[in-house]
Nanobody, 126 residues
Framework: QGQLVASGGDLVQAGGSLRLSCTAS????????MGWFRQAPGKEREGVSC????????YYADSVKGRFTISRDSAKNTLYLQMNNLKAEDTATYYC???????????????????WGRGTQVTVSS
C-alpha cells in the first residue's frame, strides 16, 4: 500500500478541533480507497472513516458521525481527517491506510494487510 505517514495529532481540550494529514508515497491517494483507523490504549484498532475509489463515498463510525470529515487532495497526494467537537473518547493513535473494504458490511473500513504506517497521537483532555 505504499508508505503512509500520519501527522497533525496534538493535545487538545474537549470541544476543540484538529486536522490530521496523511502523506503518501508509492500510492496515489486520489485513485485509492483510503481510510483512517485509531487505537486507544487497551483497545483494538477500529475504523474511523474511509472514502471509496471510485465514487468517493465517505463512511464514518457511528461514534464520529457529524463531527469528523474525511477528504483528500489529489495535488498534494494527501488524505485528511477534520475532527471537530473532540471528546475524551477520541483519544487514540490515529493511522491512515488503504483498507481492504470500505463500506458495507464493514462501514468505516476493514484492514487486514500486513503492517501499518506511522500513526499520530491525539489526546483530548476533558
Amino acid at each position: 500500500q505504499g508508505q503512509l505517514v500520519a501527522s497533525g495529532g496534538d493535545l487538545v481540550q474537549a470541544g476543540g478541533s484538529l486536522r490530521l494529514s496523511c502523506t503518501a508515497s508509492g500510492l496515489t491517494v486520489a485513485l485509492s480507497t483510503m481510510g483512517w483507523f485509531r487505537q486507544a490504549p487497551g483497545k483494538e484498532r477500529e475504523g474511523v472513516s474511509c472514502i471509496t475509489w471510485p465514487g468517493s463515498t465517505p463512511y464514518y463510525a457511528d461514534s464520529v458521525k457529524g463531527r469528523f470529515t474525511i477528504s483528500r487532495d489529489s495535488a498534494k497526494n494527501t488524505l485528511y481527517l477534520q475532527m471537530n467537537n473532540l471528546k475524551a473518547e477520541d483519544t487514540a493513535t490515529y493511522y491512515c491506510a488503504a483498507p481492504n473494504i470500505c463500506g458495507p458490511p464493514y462501514g468505516a473500513g476493514y484492514y487486514s494487510k500486513p503492517g501499518w504506517g506511522r500513526g499520530t497521537q491525539v489526546t483530548v483532555s476533558s
